[in-house]
């Protein structure tokens, strides 16, 4: 697609219950982040998958917090047991990496970020 | 601990008066730093980085490593200024990208 996708836009639901956020990149672009936006808290890194390597996971902010990126591609932001201090906005975003996609390449430091995904948790 | 720091959470200034938005960084590595910037109902984007060293949309900011600082300016606000901005920091070791708290600017007629 043209730009970043990502799916539910809008997303409510009762303490306690698991929910999916889903990330679809630009095509091409081999690192993708997860950052969540709210109010006070600025934006808060995640984490990041780049190629073929271990994602860094240090941004999770709990072990209910997981996610996987299946084929190189579309990402998975699971949230389990939903608290109501996880209500925030999950932005993606992908980028470029310079070099061979399964080593340690550098991205071009360009961001390109979806719409989000606003959780709220009642 | 790496950090970036934007101590103001909202500037408001008047159209035509002198922007400045601070950013403080902490790293011991090598830092690349950016200026994203969300304007309202938009998706967050790249406003400039230091490499670069150019303007964009007027906007300048210059690394300063002694005082570890990326404060973003700008001679004379706009109206369509008004938006959020984020300070980022990219790890020199890794592709990892942390960004600041944000600062929302306002800018008067």
């Known amino acids: 697609g043209a730009g970043v996708s990502q799916s539910p836009s809008n997303k409510v639901t009762e303490k306690g219950k698991d929910v999916e956020l889903r990330c679809d990149p630009i095509?091409?672009?081999?690192?993708l982040y997860w950052y969540r936006q709210s109010l006070g808290q600025g934006l808060e890194f995640l984490i990041y998958?780049?190629?073929?390597?271990?994602?860094?996971k240090s941004g999770l902010p709990s072990d209910r917090f997981s996610a996987e990126r299946t084929g190189g591609s579309v990402s998975t932001l699971t949230i389990q047991r939903t608290q109501q201090e996880d209500s925030a906005v999950y932005l993606c975003?992908?980028?470029?990496?310079?070099?061979?996609?399964?080593?340690?390449?550098?991205?071009?430091?360009?961001?390109?970020f979806g719409e989000g995904s606003r959780l709220t948790v009642l | 601990a790496q950090r970036v720091t934007q101590p103001e959470k909202l500037l408001s200034v008047f159209k035509g008066a002198p922007v400045e938005l601070k950013c403080n960084y902490s790293?011991?590595?090598?830092?690349?730093l950016f200026w994203y910037v969300q304007y309202s109902r938009q998706r967050l984007q790249l406003l400039l980085r230091?490499?670069s060293r150019e303007s964009i949309k007027g906007f300048t900011a210059d690394l300063n490593k002694g005082e570890t600082s990326f404060h973003l300016k700008k001679p004379f606000a706009q109206e369509e200024d008004s938006a959020m901005y984020y300070c980022?920091?990219?790890?020199?070791?890794?592709?990892?990208?942390?960004f600041g708290s944000g600062t929302r600017l306002s800018i008067r007629p």
């Open positions: 095509s091409g672009h081999t690192a």
């Open positions: 980022a920091l990219m790890y020199s070791s890794a592709s990892k990208i942390i």
């Open positions: 790293y011991s590595g090598s830092p690349e």
């Open positions: 230091h490499i």
């Open positions: 998958f780049q190629g073929n390597s271990a994602p860094d």
């Open positions: 975003a992908s980028s470029k990496i310079f070099g061979p996609p399964g080593l340690a390449g550098r991205i071009t430091g360009e961001l390109f």
